[in-house]
């Protein structure tokens, strides 16, 4: 039993194709975090909310804490986006529990 | 890019060796983590610090040792590596003051044979 659950675990898209990874967890959280790692395993943080939607670039992330979960979405993709997805929901105190990850694909 | 560095990068070592693996940061944060990551499941923490001299478990503990006698250094040290701590080690720092995203250090791969 993972407290952090994502899915789908593996995706592959075609280049420009509107992506969406999710998140739900079974805990109570008070944010999410959202990771990329890298083909070569580098671990880079995304995002980090508490509430409702953040946007960087073509990256958004939404959260609904009533119903314990979150997405990414990534508009327009590219071959660049291929990489590991992680989320993060961290507790009241000072740790985080990790989904598994979602392995996302571009193809061009 | 948060100045954050793990050294060794790589290492292979025996059964029963101890390791002492290094988290180095430049950002005076006052939170550091070391998580394990194995295929199958999510990045588990090791054990965290919230200030020097100021430890405590994650839930995967067992067998592992920290040690933070200056706020730039954690340092994680396997007393007699065993095959089942072969796994890739990150190091994560967070600034605290109501911040609460991590930044990762670049990982070690530790084999133990």
Known sequence: KNEVEQSPQNLTAQEGEFITINCSYSVGISALHWLQQHPGGGIVSLFMLSSGKKKHGRLIATINIQEKHSSLHITASHPRDSAVYICAGRNTGNQFYFGTGTSLTVIP | ?113
């Open chain 2, 1 to 113: 890019d948060a100045g954050i560095t793990q050294s060794p990068r790589h290492k292979v070592t025996e059964t029963g060796t101890p390791v002492t693996l290094r988290c180095h940061q430049t950002e005076n944060h006052r939170y550091m983590y070391w998580y394990r990551q194995d295929p199958g499941h999510g990045l588990r923490l090791i054990h965290y610090s919230y200030g020097v001299k100021d430890t405590d478990k994650g839930e995967v503990s067992d067998g592992y040792s920290v040690s933070r006698s200056k706020t730039e250094d954690f340092l994680l040290t396997l007393e007699s590596a065993t095959s089942s701590q072969t796994s890739v080690y990150f190091c994560a720092i967070r600034e605290g003051k109501g911040s609460y995203e991590q930044y990762f250090g670049p990982g070690t791969r530790l084999t133990v044979t």
